[in-house]
């Protein structure tokens, strides 16, 4: 059996916006590498918080279990490295190490592409692997070819279309080669001809890069036809629930 990535059990997270009080349920969630997941359900049920929750950006309220294990270094997919317990360093306040997780395991695409308006398109696509020392520009180039987007690297965001920039926000995001890639409405700036072609994108790079990818989206069908394991974020009473147990739905297979 293929062991996850990303193993949560038991995990709540809540919040209280005046008089409004909000709770995500993630009863079992488990990622293994390259599965391939779009979260979708109704506006406002906490699809973006459970990435949130995922991308160590949002810290659980409580969890039975969060741990991550990730690829040892230069091994792209392959040994896991020991499993790390998230919670735990949650609890002990360790910011340092769940950014220092994050940004070397981890890759994130925005809904309108979050680009650094004032670095050419090569260097927004490399800031990840600079930051992290690796060398430059690696990979990235085969990338940004894959992508399309290699005749415009000396070009800012703003010189470039929207669905270019969508597809380097999508470069930068897989250029240091992470174990798992999140993405929050990749595509929905994009008009329906252009979201197609760059979701079915996203897949194929992050199969290709052997990542497991979690989508964020509301087109339903269209995470379908990019053949993505649909995941519902369904509302209850009081609280959101989210259940995807990717090593269980292997066994069962
Ligand atoms: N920063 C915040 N502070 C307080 N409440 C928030 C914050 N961000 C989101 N919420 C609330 O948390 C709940 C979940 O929001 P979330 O953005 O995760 O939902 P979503 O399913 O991604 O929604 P959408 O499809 O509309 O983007 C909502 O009730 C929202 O109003």
């Not at 109704?42 to 995922?54: A, F, V």
């Not at 994108?201 to 339903?220: G, N, W």
């Amino acid at each position: 059996m293929t062991e996850p990535l990303v193993d949560l059990q038991d995990c709540v997270h809540e919040r209280a916006a005046g008089s409004d009080r909000f709770r995500l349920a993630v009863e079992r969630f488990t990622l293994c590498p390259g599965d391939q997941i779009a979260l979708v359900g109704p506006s406002g049920c906490g699809k973006s918080t459970t990435l949130d929750l995922l991308s160590l950006i949002v810290a659980p309220t409580r969890a039975g279990r969060f741990t991550l294990r990730m690829p040892q270094a230069g091994t792209l997919a392959g040994t896991l490295a020991e499993p790390v317990d998230v919670m735990a360093l949650w609890r002990r306040g360790a910011r340092d190490r769940l950014t220092a997780l994050r940004a070397a395991h981890m890759g994130y695409v925005l809904q309108t592409g979050g680009l650094v308006p004032f670095l050419s398109v090569r260097e927004n696509v490399l800031l990840t692997r600079r930051a992290l020392g690796l060398p430059c520009p690696g990979p990235a180039v085969t990338l940004m070819e894959t992508l399309g987007v290699a005749e415009l690297g000396r070009r800012l965001p703003r010189q470039i279309s929207i669905g270019q920039r969508q597809r380097v926000a999508i470069a930068r995001a897989l250029a240091h080669q992470p174990a798992v890639i999140l993405a929050d409405e990749p595509t929905a700036s994009l008009d329906p001809s252009l979201a197609e072609g760059t979701m079915k994108l996203l897949s194929a790079v992050a199969r290709f890069q052997k990542a497991a990818l979690v989508v964020v989206t509301h087109d339903h069908r269209l995470a379908e036809r990019t053949g993505l394991t649909v995941v519902e974020c369904r509302t209850g009473a009081g609280a959101s629930v989210v259940r995807h147990d990717s090593a269980r739905a292997e066994a069962a297979a």
